[in-house]
């Protein structure tokens, strides 16, 4: 089974840009379909993008739509989340995520598609 390791938070204005890293060792890393998800204070934890086996599919929610962009290098095992345009709205604890789907176009949306979750990351955007 796939072990995960979120880096890359910290503080930051809004306006800025942020981006998060998702290392993965134990099993074959491309045969999972990857995503992040984030949980505010007091809120539950919520879908923001995913990403297919090889890269070729992604899927966002329609708050970072057009703001964050989900990739992967499954040489390095490691998949990202470059977050430009911070928003306040957008603190939380980010969280990575693996669903394995084998090679497949299938992006999964949903919590219960992924099995194993990294610690997560503190993003943290001040106005």
């Known amino acids: 089974q796939v072990q995960l390791g979120e880096s890359g938070g910290g503080l930051v204005q809004a306006g800025g840009s942020l981006r998060l890293s998702c290392a993965s060792s134990?099993?074959?890393?491309?045969?999972?379909?990857m995503g992040w998800f984030r949980q505010a204070p007091g809120e539950e934890r919520e879908f923001v993008a995913a990403?297919?086996?090889?890269?070729?599919?992604?899927y966002y929610s329609d708050s970072v739509k057009g703001r964050f962009t989900i990739s992967r290098v499954n040489a390095k095992n490691t998949m990202y989340l470059q977050m430009n345009n911070l928003r306040p709205e957008d603190t939380a604890i980010y969280y990575c995520?693996?669903?394995?789907?084998?090679?497949?176009?299938?992006?999964?949306?949903?919590?219960?598609?992924?099995?194993?979750w990294g610690q997560g990351t503190q993003v943290t955007v001040s106005s």
């Open positions: 134990g099993a074959i890393f491309s045969t999972y379909a």
């Open positions: 990403i297919n086996w090889s890269g070729g599919f992604t």
């Open positions: 995520a693996a669903a394995l789907t084998g090679y497949s176009t299938y992006v999964p949306r949903t919590q219960n598609d992924y099995r194993v």
